[in-house]
DNA sequence: ATTAACATTTTTGTCGACAATATAGCCGTT
DNA sequence: AACGGCTATATTGTCGACAAAAATGTTAAT
């Protein structure tokens, strides 16, 4: 298999890459203005391909941009991370019902070998489940969905700005103990190959995710 | 209330609008090369602006482009169309579920006004519902749901590949007599504030929209 | 005849400069 | 002092040219 994550060979490439991280990092600044000639000299490449690193941003969604004014990294709001999670939560649900169709009985094993062996993670008390752990969980499943646009918008598009949200507002990440109970029911409704519990609980997951979310916000 | 469809101010937001509808329409054939030179001389302006259509346009997902090699319109196949709609159907589903949140009762209102209209044009046996009124329709909902997210994905992705899909496969419009009876339960349920059933709907309907288009590709 | 290596040509990627537009500061008027 | 218009300045938008890479065509060797 294809690695999904394809590595830049060209500067624009690169330069989205790289500035894609410091934005969400938070080395850049929600909400400060993006001056074209600023970061040419920063990255030490041209403005034109900073320009059209500025535009794949603005297609994430993770600037915004004026005509004849400029692009300015996009502003953290509560109401901004709830239409997040309301469109993550429908399509990680979609993603799972596809996946307990599309996905293999050997990509559901090794999905049910990676669950255990983050069980025995958190039963050491581990943190290791914390962040990369339910990362690479959701991304399996979204995988397993087997849909182009699925995948497309969920890791080009919402993953970035929701680790913008997580790592700027400070927030901890995923609930572990209880997190860890539904990732299992999630994969056990795959392993059944039931579609319409799988969406269910991957959505009901999201969603408390939200709300634990929310709840430190205000 | 301002429309949510910006118009064009620079040459290139003109030019990728341009080519936008050229190739949504089929003047420019699904899997043909883009070739820079060649477009830059055929809309009269210079590479820089449509390398930068171009790429608005892979975001899109409406070209695919190869690092040194080039850009080419996406192949039209019937299990790109079913992916479109399984997003479609998450995606417009939530819309439906958030439009019963968030419309309020005047934008309901004027939904309610929308559809007797259509409905008098159908008794009629106009054919004017065919297109732009289930657009509309849709149109209407997608909005009503208040969220960023929902609408830039609908609006400036999916839409127009459906759209495509429509035009170049020789596709009808939607199902008329069947489809409104789908609508004006759609919109009861909003106007009951039914989140849920609201949401049942409309994933319904997109289904049926699918399997109406599904067996006339097979 | 097929293949491999090389040279040629075409196409994309990158750059710096110019043109057009918006912002900011200044001056004059009321 | 406040407001409106004007000028200066800075920033973005567009262009043409150069550099780099891939595709094509040609030749030579097996």
Redesign the interface.
């Known amino acids: 298999m294809t690695s999904p994550v394809k590595q830049p ?2 500067a624009a ?1 690169k330069t989205f890459y790289q500035l894609r991280l410091d934005i969400v990092e938070g080395e850049i600044t929600a909400g400060s203005k993006l001056s074209e000639t600023e970061l040419s000299t920063k990255y030490g490449v041209s403005r ?1 391909v900073i ?2 690193a500025i ?2 941003l603005e ?1 994430c ?1 993770i600037v915004e941009r004026k ?2 004014v400029g692009a300015r990294v996009v502003a953290l709001t509560a109401d ?1 991370l709830l ?2 999670y ?2 993550r ?3 990680e ?2 993603a799972a019902r ?1 996946a307990a169709k599309n996905m293999t009985d050997g990509e559901i094993n090794e999905l049910e070998a990676l669950l255990n062996s983050h069980f025995k993670d958190v039963k050491q008390g581990e943190s290791y489940y914390q962040e990369a752990g339910d990362v690479d969980f959701h991304y399996r499943i979204i995988l397993g969905s087997k ?4 995948i ?2 969920l890791f080009d ?2 993953y970035h700005l929701v680790r913008m949200y997580r790592v700027q507002l400070g927030m901890a990440g995923p609930r572990v103990t209880t997190a860890f109970d539904e990732h299992k029911h999630i994969v056990q409704a795959i392993a059944n190959r039931d579609e319409e519990l799988a969406e269910m609980l991957m959505r009901r997951h999201i969603m408390y995710s939200k709300n634990n979310i929310h709840s430190k916000l205000s």
Chains 1, 2 share one sequence.
């Open positions: 060979v060209t490439d034109a320009r059209e535009n794949r297609s969604h005509a004849n901004g239409a997040l309301q469109v939560e429908s399509l649900g979609m596809l849909n182009k646009h699925l497309a918008m598009g919402i």
